[in-house]
């Protein structure tokens, strides 16, 4: 398996544009995580699912913030409008279950002027 | 306030010295991992600890969970450069694994 895989990379967007984010996970894998990095807050959970099944989602700060997962292989984190605060790296993860080994993407790295 | 606090949050020493990172919550886990990032990657598993009072060792890295697994240490003997990195504490209270704000260690040749 080629581990999870998320683009892009990078991404450098106008603030008030929208930008989608994009993973696929671990096959066989029934959770998976989003998370923002940033220097000041850590590595914070936005939302994760369980069987495609949105589980909590009190992690996304606000309404401008919305992810799906519409099959087992792919899930998109969009941001629309984006702001310049927004600018982090966002990752994705899979696992088997919720609480053992979490599988991380190498990241997408966002910067929203 | 986090779930999981890391102390300290910032490390620099020279090769060859010890050194031990904490990680500590007011919660009980039924098991907690410990990860090391490297810039532009995604962290990678180093350990899970289960058992209350557990130590476990992978090279020159020790782990242990305390006794009434609230918390865990991370020690390193003779610290090498490439131990450089972001070590990240985690824990899945509800299946959502959580993690600390990270120790991030610099060793200098």
Same mark, same amino acid.
């Not at chain 1, 990078?10 to 096959?27: A, F």
């Not at chain 2, 500590?24 to 209350?52: A, D």
């Not at chain 2, 003779?78 to 990195?85: F, K, L, N």
């Given at each position: 398996?080629?581990?999870?895989?998320?683009?892009?990379?990078?991404?450098?967007?106008?603030?008030?544009?929208?930008?989608?984010?994009?993973?696929?996970?671990?096959?066989?894998?029934?959770?998976?995580?989003?998370?923002?990095?940033?220097?000041?807050?850590?590595?914070?959970?936005?939302?994760?699912? %369980? %069987? %495609?099944?949105?589980?909590?989602?009190?992690?996304?700060?606000?309404?401008?913030?919305?992810?799906?997962?519409? %099959?087992?292989?792919?899930?998109?984190?969009?941001?629309?409008?984006?702001?310049?605060?927004?600018?982090?790296?966002?990752?994705?993860?899979?696992?088997?279950?919720?609480?053992?080994?979490?599988?991380?993407?190498?990241?997408?790295?966002?910067?929203?002027? | 306030?986090?779930?999981?606090?890391?102390?300290?949050?910032?490390?620099?020493?020279?090769?060859?010295? =010890?050194?031990?990172?904490?990680? =500590?919550?007011?919660?009980?886990?039924?098991?907690?991992?410990?990860?090391?990032?490297?810039?532009?990657?995604?962290?990678?598993?180093?350990?899970?600890?289960?058992?209350?009072?557990?130590?476990?060792?992978?090279?020159?890295?020790?782990?242990?969970?305390?006794?009434?697994?609230?918390?865990?240490?991370?020690?390193?003997?003779?610290?090498?450069?490439?131990?450089?990195?972001?070590?990240?504490?985690?824990?899945?209270? =509800? =299946?959502?694994?959580?993690?600390?704000?990270?120790?991030?260690?610099?060793?200098?040749?």
């Amino acid at each position: 398996d080629a581990g999870v895989i998320q683009s892009p990379r990078h991404e450098v967007t106008e603030m008030g544009q929208e930008v989608t984010l994009r993973c696929k996970p671990i096959s066989g894998h029934d959770y998976l995580f989003w998370y923002r990095q940033t220097m000041m807050r850590g590595l914070e959970l936005l939302i994760y699912f %369980n %069987n %495609n099944v949105p589980i909590d989602d009190s992690g996304m700060p606000e309404d401008r913030f919305s992810a799906k997962m519409p %099959n087992a292989s792919f899930s998109t984190l969009k941001i629309q409008p984006s702001e310049p605060r927004d600018s982090a790296v966002y990752f994705c993860a899979s696992s088997p279950t919720g609480w053992t080994e979490a599988f991380f993407g190498q990241g997408t790295r966002l910067t929203v002027v | 306030t986090q779930l999981l606090e890391q102390s300290p949050q910032f490390l620099s020493i020279q090769e060859g010295e =010890n050194l031990t990172v904490y990680c =500590n919550s007011s919660s009980v886990f039924s098991s907690l991992q410990w990860y090391r990032q490297e810039p532009g990657e995604g962290p990678v598993l180093l350990v899970t600890v289960v058992t209350g009072g557990e130590v476990k060792k992978l090279k020159r890295l020790t782990f242990q969970f305390g006794d009434a697994r609230k918390d865990s240490s991370l020690h390193i003997t003779a610290a090498q450069p490439g131990d450089t990195g972001l070590y990240l504490c985690a824990g899945a209270p =509800n =299946n959502d694994m959580r993690f600390g704000a990270g120790t991030r260690l610099t060793v200098k040749p």
